[in-house]
């Protein structure tokens, strides 16, 4: 069941949601087991430059918007956030988080982040306010070249992996478990908490004179 369509309701949940998901990245990164691909790339830049892991994820993220700009896609409120948003939450995060000594507990705050991830990703995507810039680059991109969904998100996600694990960024299990849950809970949870939009006002039919 779709919640009701409230502009408060879904601010709400888009902010909570892009809590969570800047919350979620860094149990992943502090897990040290595998990062998303996104993040093997953030991560792996901020060892090349003088910047954290959430300045990073910000900068990249204002980067890829500017790609949209000749894919003639267009941002929202929850574009913008989402810049901002996440890459300050997963600092605050990697600042109060440490690592577990143990793989037992290592592996359980990976697997929390990953859940939480899909959460997170089912609220503020169901907010409708505005993809995020990287999930609006291949959106943009389908639209335009009508190419394939999963090409052309595959051919983005493999790039931005292989440049990150260059660079130094984790690949692990995490990453492989991420990479085969995570369209699954974003199902998941998005069927629970997606914001019903309003439907279409009926058009008022002319009076007929009698």
Do not use: C
Request: hydrophobic letters at 55%; zero cysteines.
């Amino acid at each position: 069941m779709r919640l009701p369509d409230r502009l408060p309701r879904r601010l709400s949940q888009l902010l909570i949601g892009l809590f969570l998901y800047g919350w979620s990245m860094a149990m992943m990164v502090r897990a040290n087991l595998g990062l998303n691909p996104w993040d093997v790339f953030h991560f792996g830049l901020a060892r090349q430059l003088p910047l954290t892991f959430g300045q990073v994820t910000i900068a990249v993220g204002a980067v890829v918007l500017l790609l949209w700009i000749p894919l003639r896609q267009r941002p929202g409120i929850g574009t913008i956030l989402n810049i901002a948003v996440i890459g300050l939450v997963a600092d605050l995060g990697l600042s109060i988080m440490s690592q577990p000594s143990g793989l037992v507990a290592r592996g359980a705050l990976l697997v929390g982040g990953v859940v939480l991830n899909g959460l997170a990703g089912g609220l503020y995507v169901g907010a409708h306010l505005g993809p995020g810039p990287r999930d609006g680059l291949w959106v943009a991109i389908t639209k335009r070249y009508g190419w394939s969904i999963r090409l052309v998100r595959t051919v983005i996600e493999l790039t931005v992996l292989v440049i990150g694990w260059l660079m130094g960024g984790v690949v692990g299990v995490g990453t492989v478990l991420y990479a085969v849950s995570i369209g699954h809970l974003n199902q998941f949870f998005l069927s629970r908490v997606e914001v019903a939009k309003a439907p279409a006002a009926e058009p008022v039919a002319d009076p007929v004179d009698a």
